[in-house]
């Protein structure tokens, strides 16, 4: 009975358990994959992913610095071409002062120089005047007396009482003069 | 050596050359092959480790996640590939396999980080008054000792042998219906044939699927051993 039971357990293999070579090729299987996974594929990847993120963050960081470069150049741009519009601004206040100055220095000079030439004129005119008075009242002094000598037949050769009687006379005729005017 | 051990052996294969591939050579700015390889992994990385347990404790656990999900995967594939038409996960080894380490590792996990607390924890959860461990004790003890391992076996198993019951059953009716049934019922083959075409596409999502869940399951196993109160 017993050796019965044996018998048909060992030619029939109890469905509840697993085949040995079923169970050792599984293991197998297995370690061979988690081995590759383990050693291989993973470290593998993880040293990609540490590149990976090491890549982004150098680009991230080289682009921050460009950005900064550049704020900075336009930041100085910005200054140099405020400095230069302020110096420009200068040079042309200064320009208009220079050119105001220099048209009123114009100004100031051909105002001097017509008042001079006035004055010369007015001097030279009235030298002129006086010395044509001065000829004129001689001239008419001796016409004056050369047509009394006629008149009177006698030379008036006191010079003396001559030059009064011409002199009287042309205060008269100067007084006459004012009156008409 | 069977035909489902020599598939899972092939599959291994075809799994470790594919990577091999994809990852021989890595550049920081990836080729195609490289992207769908490093999308495969963040899968695991990413949505299963990293999340369920953080950076640190996920990156601890990533290697053997990651192997259970693309073994899985690799082995459940086969199920719907022409050819090989079985997957090799459909034979109890790998599952019992792949199972038994998700224990150890989530019991390894636990006593690693709590030496002293874990297993008395584990029977006696903290904060229940002391007749309730009466019922409570018993309960968890077989929930997670017993109950944890075997479902995560079962559920694979059954999915992929169920699959493929399901697919043959689809096809060798259609087989039969079109060259031997009499001819009023030919008709009935395109029905079983349009069956099971869409079990083969369902197969796909249910191969991926229990690939993922697996996975998660293992790694909330884990999440749940290393939490401060269980």
Redesign the interface.
């Known amino acids: 009975m017993l050796h019965a039971l044996i018998a048909a357990a060992e030619e029939t293999p109890n469905p509840l358990l697993p085949a040995v070579a079923d169970l050792v090729w599984s293991a197998v299987v297995f370690v061979v994959i988690l081995v590759f996974f383990w050693f291989k594929v993973l470290p593998n990847v993880k040293k990609m992913l540490d590149k990976r993120s090491e890549a982004i963050e150098g680009n991230i960081e080289k682009a921050d610095s460009a950005q900064k470069e550049a704020e900075a150049a336009l930041a100085q741009y910005t200054a140099q071409l405020a400095d230069a519009r302020a110096e420009a601004g200068k040079i042309r206040d200064a320009a208009r002062a220079d050119g105001q100055k220099i048209v009123a220095e114009a100004k100031d000079a051909a105002s001097a120089e017509a008042s001079r030439i006035q004055a010369t004129a007015s001097a030279q005119i009235e030298a002129e005047r006086q010395s044509a008075l001065v000829s004129l009242r001689s001239e008419v002094g001796s016409l004056a007396l050369d047509l009394a000598s006629g008149v009177i037949g006698e030379a008036l050769n006191d010079d003396k009482k001559s030059q009064a009687l011409v002199e009287r006379f042309l205060v008269d005729l100067e007084k006459s003069e004012k009156a008409a005017k | 050596?069977?035909r489902?051990?020599v598939i899972?052996?092939l599959m291994?294969a075809v799994?470790?050359l594919l990577?091999?591939l994809a990852?021989?050579r890595?550049?920081?700015i990836p080729g195609r092959g490289q992207s769908l390889a490093?999308m495969a992994?963040d899968v695991v990385?990413v949505n299963i480790a990293e999340d369920l347990l953080g950076k640190k404790d996920g990156k601890r656990f990533?290697?053997?996640l990651?192997?259970i999900f693309?073994?899985t995967l690799?082995?459940n594939l086969p199920g719907i590939i022409p050819g090989l038409n079985v997957a090799?996960t459909s034979?109890?080894?790998?599952p019992?396999?792949?199972a038994v380490?998700a224990y150890v590792t989530f019991i390894y996990a636990g006593l690693r980080k709590h030496p002293g607390t874990f297993l008395k924890n584990s029977f006696f959860p903290p904060g229940v008054p002391w007749p309730i461990y009466i019922i409570v004790t018993p309960i968890e003890f077989f929930s997670i000792f017993i109950l944890r391992p075997i479902t995560l076996a079962l559920r694979l198993l059954m999915n992929m042998v169920a699959g493929h019951l399901l697919l043959v059953l689809c096809f060798s009716a259609t087989s039969w219906f079109i060259m031997e049934a009499p001819s009023f019922l030919k008709l009935f083959g395109v029905g079983t044939f349009a069956f099971g075409f869409v079990f083969s596409l369902f197969e796909i999502l249910v191969a991926v699927l229990q690939a993922y869940v697996f996975t998660l399951l293992t790694t909330v196993y884990i999440q749940l051993a290393l939490a401060e109160d269980h």
């Open positions: 050596m069977n489902i051990i899972r052996l291994s799994l470790i990577f091999w990852t021989r890595m550049k920081v490093e992994l990385r990533l290697p053997l990651t192997t693309f073994t690799a082995l090799g034979l109890v080894g790998m019992i396999v792949m380490v």
